[in-house]
């Protein structure tokens, strides 16, 4: 195999397809990339066996063939090579030139025959919407999965296709975030659920493109994202997800409308006075015409005051401050919508089209004098 393209086709394709080389395998072989320009196109292949990722390097082709990298020390090597046109050529016992102005490398690749291929999907009724419109739908939910939790269906998001509407729905035990998205068709009934590392790894991918278009194909087993010259396979998570329909009541006592700005950065400045690891409150008295935010730590305390419009019954309640500031920094709404019952019951943020809605459980407090 012998073949050129520049540095910085390189170290794009690389920086992709890295993503799905795990930190840590009993098998060797999943810690390489393979190169492989078999077909006449550069393809770099990373799989880990639960995630596989496959993108098109634009490149010269002088010599077909194909070969396995580790994955560290070509990303390496590659990223501080000169910004020039790299040669990548192997012979017959796997040894790998790579070379580049006046730096030259030689490595040990292995056998591509070893490396496992993505998965073969079957591309029907896939779901079209734009990278823009996918990378952010993730970003407004994906900070509600759990980590590191038994439960495995809260280690992904729900992806709910119903016609001409998209849902993704994830929670964690403390709060559920949901988002809807029209789509521009109708498609096939689909409920699956995809793991969060699939997500949070495609929203590195995704440009802010809304031309540039992604298909998602979904089968059984497995769901395909298709997008510019990059496709990614992930297993889905079997099993029923969780039914919320019940749990997203209309009823409220107090219902507010805030600058989500103004309201984020009054937050944002009162986890100054909070350590990390600490579960210290924020909490929210609201009376008529405005709130009131406190919080006191060990360091020392603050209080600020912010104008609403309120409905309904004053109330103070606590929340971790966290779970409302990932909420806020997410929505693009200048007003939001927050509807309260008591100080034990869950809250909700919605925007103003209700396309986004969260949900998050208060906290037990002490009044903060």
């Known amino acids: 195999m012998k073949f050129v393209c520049s540095k910085s086709n390189l170290v794009s394709g690389l920086q992709i397809v890295s993503k799905a080389v795990p930190s840590k395998t009993t098998m060797s072989i999943l810690e390489c990339i393979l190169v492989d320009a078999t077909e006449g196109i550069i393809k770099f292949i990373a799989n880990d066996m639960e995630l596989g990722i496959q993108t ?9 063939g194909y070969i396995a990298l580790d994955a560290k020390i070509f990303v390496d090597i590659v990223r501080k090579l000169p910004d020039n046109d790299v040669t990548i050529e192997s012979d017959s016992s796997n040894k ?3 070379s580049c102005e006046r730096a030259k490398f030689n490595l040990i690749g292995r056998k591509g025959d070893d490396f496992t291929y993505l998965p073969s999907i079957e591309k029907i009724d896939g779901v079209t919407v734009s990278q823009y419109t996918l990378r ?11 980590e590191n939790d038994a439960n495995k269906m809260m280690a992904g998001e729900l992806f709910e296709v119903d016609g001409e509407n998209l849902k993704l729905v994830s929670l964690d035990g403390h709060r559920i975030s949901i988002r809807k998205v029209k789509l521009n068709g109708i498609y096939p009934y689909k409920k699956v659920i ?5 997500l949070g790894e495609i929203s590195k991918i995704l440009g802010d493109s809304i031309e540039k278009m992604v298909n998602i194909y979904f089968t059984d087993k497995h769901v395909l994202f298709e997008f510019d ?17 019940q749990m997203l009541s209309s009823d409220y006592e107090t219902k507010i409308s805030i600058n989500r700005k103004e309201f984020l950065e009054c937050i944002d400045r009162a986890t100054l006075l909070v350590k990390e690891g600490d ?12 709130i009131e935010l406190k919080i006191n730590s060990a360091i020392g305390s603050m209080d600020e005051e ?29 007003l939001v919508d927050i509807y309260m019952v008591n100080p034990k019951a869950p809250c909700f943020i919605r925007d103003k089209e209700s396309t986004y809605i969260y949900l998050v459980l208060p906290v037990n407090f002490t009044t903060v004098d």
């Not at 098109?56 to 077909?64: A, D, T, Y």
């Open 56 to 64: 098109v390097v634009e490149g010269n082709i002088v010599e077909r």
């Open 96 to 98: 790998v030139t790579i």
């Open 136 to 146: 952010n739908v993730i970003q407004q939910t994906i900070f509600s999965i759990a």
């Open 194 to 198: 995809v793991p969060g590392k699939t």
């Open 229 to 245: 010259k990059t496709t990614v396979v992930s297993r889905l998570i079997e099993g029923e997800y969780f039914s919320i329909d």
């Open 279 to 290: 579960k210290k409150p924020v909490i929210i008295s609201v009376t008529d015409g405005k």
């Open 306 to 334: 912010i104008e609403i419009d309120k409905q309904g019954k004053d109330l103070m309640i606590g929340f971790n401050p966290k779970f409302l500031i990932d909420a806020l920094r997410v929505i693009d709404d200048e």
